[in-house]
């Protein structure tokens, strides 16, 4: 019974064992292989021997990672690369936490044979592209505040959930960009250089999107999107009308956008721009910021 509730903490905050270590006053401690094998840098908790803390140690290389592990956490060091054989001895691991380091480069096959990695985190490093053949499984891909230039690349996993690309150096996204995936709910894009011309017509009218974040780019039009999108962050950019079509192709009594937040502030319009017919295509909206 005492395996299930660490379990259960780890899926609701990743970082709470060392919180609660912190907290303790153990804010470094030495390697602890009483859970198994485990690198001399990390910490492997015996309570919760499939982890692995490698966290704030100022590592410069990936480190050994024992082949029981599914949680890996590396992230707040000063690794600079990727290769091919980092995870060859761990081809369990659900979750890879890798941001906030320096990374510049990784490997063509540094995730490929990771067929059940869940989430990814790579946010906060150097990468001016994104990793290829990342492994289908992926439902949490994190690639903010990297350098990522130009276009989002095609060949994403398919089952992805969430996407993070914010503040990056992206300016447009590819043809049918959405089509490729099943599951895809949650997209941020926001602190970019995305154009209305580097956005194909009706990318993002896909009714499986719930959330999605366009905000501090170059757009000076709404792009359309589905009237199943509950949450649209357009603020910062240079949009200069509301074209209630981005949201309702037909507006009646049975036709309306289940959008709940829009936010359109900093942009060149005003609640004044906004059309009479507004509230009925908008009406189950609570919050909307122009």
């Given at each position: 019974m005492g395996f299930l509730p660490d379990i259960y903490v780890l899926w609701i905050n990743p970082f709470q064992w060392l919180s609660s270590l912190h907290s303790r006053g153990y804010a470094s401690l030495q390697a602890d292989n009483t859970g198994g094998e485990c690198p001399e840098e990390c910490d492997c908790p015996p309570t919760f021997p499939i982890a692995m803390y490698c966290d704030n140690r100022n590592m410069k290389q990936m480190p050994y990672i024992?082949?029981?592990?599914?949680?890996?956490?590396?992230?707040?060091?000063?690794?600079?690369?990727?290769?091919?054989?980092?995870f060859?001895?761990?081809?369990?691991?659900?979750?890879v936490m890798l941001h906030e380091n320096h990374i510049n480069s990784v490997g063509k096959q540094a995730f490929a044979k990771l067929v059940n990695l869940d989430r990814l985190y790579l946010n906060n490093n150097n990468l001016t592209e994104v990793?290829?053949?990342?492994?289908?499984?992926?439902?949490?891909?994190?690639?903010?505040h990297n350098t990522i230039l130009k276009k989002v690349p095609n060949g994403l996993p398919e089952m992805l959930h969430q996407l993070y690309l914010e503040s990056n150096s992206i300016e447009a996204v590819p043809e049918n960009f959405l089509s490729q995936f099943t599951n895809l709910q949650y997209i941020r894009i926001s602190h970019n250089d995305l154009t209305n011309k580097g956005i194909p017509q009706n990318t993002f009218n896909n009714s499986g999107l719930v959330e999605l974040d366009l905000s501090f780019n170059k757009l000076v039009s709404i792009p359309?999107?589905?009237?199943?999108?509950?949450?649209?962050?357009?603020?910062?950019?240079?949009?200069?009308?509301?074209?209630?079509?981005?949201?309702?192709?037909v507006v009646d009594v049975m036709n309306f956008s289940k959008l709940r937040v829009l936010r359109l502030e900093g942009n060149e319009i005003s609640a004044g721009d906004m059309p009479s017919e507004a509230a009925l295509c908008l009406r189950l909206a609570t919050d909307i910021a122009v």
């Open positions: 024992p082949s029981r592990m599914k949680y890996v956490y590396l992230q707040h060091n000063q690794i600079t690369s990727v290769p091919d054989n980092a060859g001895n761990a081809s369990n691991l659900v979750w990793p290829s053949d990342l492994p289908r499984s992926l439902r949490d891909l994190r690639l903010n359309v999107v589905s009237t199943n999108l509950q949450h649209l962050y357009l603020q910062a950019n240079q949009i200069k009308e509301f074209t209630l079509g981005s949201f309702c192709s």
